[in-house]
């Protein structure tokens, strides 16, 4: 069954410090997703992308976010300068995207943790 | 701003026990009602739910949505262990693909 693979699994890095974390979504999905996951916490929106630019963003991604596709199959999510309540789990998904029932339907990755010190 | 909430939080049950699972939404534009599975990482896909009264069945779990009283039920019969997880319910909109997601139910099968 296709599934979104992400990397790393965990990474720690001090405050202060530049991260990128890595998925490649499901090859024929067309929308793809950041989201993450504070411990104990909701699952939280961060961004969505499409056609290679970004389609909705929540407040939690400011300045210090980005998002990129550098290929046909990466999709990165960069966090500038790391702060310590950065520090979660970071799920990337994608979807099919469009206007037909599967839109909404996201497959997620196992996620990336993150731990900022 | 959009809500999603769900209940009990957490729930401990023995093997072979029914339970339900509780969300309710607040949106300003609804379009789909999606249960996940979490265990250990990622949120596993269970059901997408769109019409009122259409009960959704795969194996042991079902769900129904109901559009007058903004909610939705997760039933698991016959629980195993292998059930144990958190279930999330999530909630997407009428345009756009961001999913709002509720705290999650913590779900503990004891054998």
């Known amino acids: 069954e296709p599934e979104v693979t992400q990397t790393p699994s965990h990474q720690v890095t001090q405050m202060g410090q530049e991260v990128i974390l890595r998925c490649v979504p499901i090859s024929n999905h067309l929308y793809f997703y950041w989201y993450r996951q504070i411990l104990g916490q909701k699952v939280e929106f961060l961004v969505s992308?499409?056609?290679?630019?970004?389609?909705?963003k929540s407040e939690i991604f400011d300045d210090q976010f980005s998002v990129e596709r550098p290929d046909g199959s990466n999709f990165t999510l960069k966090i500038r300068s790391t702060k310590l309540e950065d520090s979660a789990m970071y799920f990337c998904?994608?979807?099919?995207?469009?206007?037909?029932?599967?839109?909404?339907?996201?497959?997620f990755g196992a996620g990336s943790r993150l731990t900022v010190l | 701003e959009d809500k999603v909430v769900q209940s009990p939080l957490s729930l401990v049950v023995h093997e072979g026990d029914t339970v339900t699972l509780n969300c309710s939404y607040e949106v300003t534009n609804f379009r789909s009602l999606l249960w996940y599975k979490q265990e250990k990482k990622a949120p596993t896909f269970l059901f997408m739910l769109t019409s009122s009264g259409i009960e959704k069945k795969s194996g042991r779990l079902s769900s129904i949505l109901d559009k007058k009283e903004l909610s939705s039920i997760l039933n698991i019969t016959a629980t195993q262990t292998g059930d144990s997880a958190i279930y999330l319910c999530a909630v997407g909109p009428n345009a756009g693909n961001m999913l709002t997601f509720g705290g999650g139910t913590r779900l503990m099968v004891k054998p």
């Open positions: 992308f499409y056609n290679n630019e970004i389609s909705e």
């Open positions: 998904a994608s979807s099919e995207g469009g206007r037909g029932l599967g839109a909404n339907v996201l497959t």
